[in-house]
T-cell receptor
Framework: GIQVEQSPPDLILQEGANSTLRCNFS?????LQWFHQNPWGQLINLFY???GTKQNGRLSATTVATERYSLLYISSSQTTDSGVYFC????????????FGTGTSLTVIP | DVKVTQSSRYLVKRTGEKVFLECVQD?????MFWYRQDPGLGLRLIYF???????EKGDIPEGYSVSREKKERFSLILESASTNQTSMYLC????????????FGSGTQLSVL
């Protein structure tokens, strides 16, 4: 299967700071998604982004498929951004086999 | 928004018990998935289903089985629970289109004593 590596594994930010999370993957993919898992365990889909750049409020993501990496940018971080961020990549004709990274644990302190 | 509902948030079972975890989605999605999440290991796929009565093994199917008798419902079965199956179990669903998002339930934290 596809190897997915996320960095950094842990991140502590002061409220208002910006951050960049990285996801490297080992093979071509047809689907890439970023998720945020809140402290209660719920995984929320942030972006579907197999290539290109998308923005949603203070969050944006860029995937460079030819170089096999994706970046998630968080600007003006808030305490509610705390949690674990996962990158998941999908392969195959159906895109049903998703491979997850081990996540970046973000703590935003006031 | 898609709603994926898992029947229990917390579950405590004894070793050797048969355990059923239920998942229901309300968006007529073809595909449903069961993952387990363990610290430091991320999410690992146990089984997925692409249609009623159809299933495929994921990366860690040993000790688990699944059932999909209706399109909206996907059940994970632990035939004889063991302590190494203590974990967070997450159900997900998505449509059959290749570029569609994955939607997750809120998870079931299972403890096997």
């Amino acid at each position: 299967g596809i190897q997915v590596e996320q960095s950094p594994p842990d991140l502590i930010l002061q409220e208002g700071a910006n951050s960049t999370l990285r996801c490297n993957f080992s093979d071509s993919v047809n689907n890439l998604q970023w998720f945020h898992q809140n402290p209660w365990g719920q995984l929320i889909n942030l972006f579907y982004i197999p290539s290109g750049t998308k923005q949603n409020g203070r969050l944006s993501a860029t995937t460079v498929a030819t170089e096999r990496y994706s970046l998630l940018y968080i600007s003006s971080s808030q305490t509610t951004d705390s949690g674990v961020y996962f990158c998941a990549v999908g392969e195959g004709t159906t895109g049903n086999q998703f491979y997850f990274g081990t996540g970046t644990s973000l703590t935003v302190i006031p | 928004d898609v709603k994926v509902t898992q029947s229990s948030r917390y579950l405590v079972k004894r070793t050797g018990e048969k355990v059923f975890l239920e998942c229901v989605q309300d968006m007529d999605h073809e595909n449903m998935f069961w993952y387990r999440q363990d610290p430091g290991l991320g999410l690992r796929l146990i089984y997925f289903s692409y249609d009623v009565k159809m299933k495929e093994k994921g990366d860690i199917p040993e000790g688990y089985s699944v059932s999909r008798e209706k399109k909206e419902r996907f059940s994970l079965i632990l035939e004889s629970a063991s302590t190494n199956q203590t974990s967070m179990y997450l159900c997900a669903s998505r449509s059959g289109l290749i570029n569609e998002k994955l939607f997750f339930g809120s998870g079931t934290q299972l403890s096997v004593l």
